[in-house]
């Protein structure tokens, strides 16, 4: 059994900063690429940034040079470092993660998701 838990979410004014985590635990082998997606409310949910076990990244045009994606490997955790945030931000943040579990099984894995309100 595997579980994705986020944390970090909150109400934060427009230019300000917000740092979400993604820890993951249980009969964990090998964690592949890790992801956070945003589902804003009557919106489709989208990808907004990934990190490969190697590090390598990709963003969404839209956070580009605002959001920063990390991850501690032996901490199976990720982050999402949220500066500049604008209102359009504001949606319910996940954590997704390819792993490969003991016994030997491979799939996606998704968190909670954590609330993020940009507002005045």
């Known amino acids: 059994q595997v579980q994705l838990v986020e944390s970090g979410g909150g109400l934060v004014q427009p230019g300000g900063s917000l740092r979400l985590s993604c820890a993951a635990s249980g009969s964990i082998l090998y964690i592949y690429t890790m992801a956070w997606y945003r589902q804003a409310p009557g919106k489709q949910r989208e990808l907004v940034a990934a990190i490969t076990s190697a590090g390598n990244t990709n963003y969404a045009d839209s956070v580009k040079g605002r959001f920063t994606i990390s991850r501690d490997n032996p901490k199976n955790t990720a982050y999402l470092q949220m500066n500049s945030l604008k209102p359009e931000d504001t949606a319910d943040y996940y954590c997704?993660?390819?792993?490969?579990?003991?016994?030997?099984?491979?799939?996606?894995?998704w968190g909670q998701g954590t609330q993020v309100t940009v507002s005045s």
């Open positions: 997704n993660a390819d792993i490969k579990t003991i016994p030997i099984y491979r799939r996606d894995y």
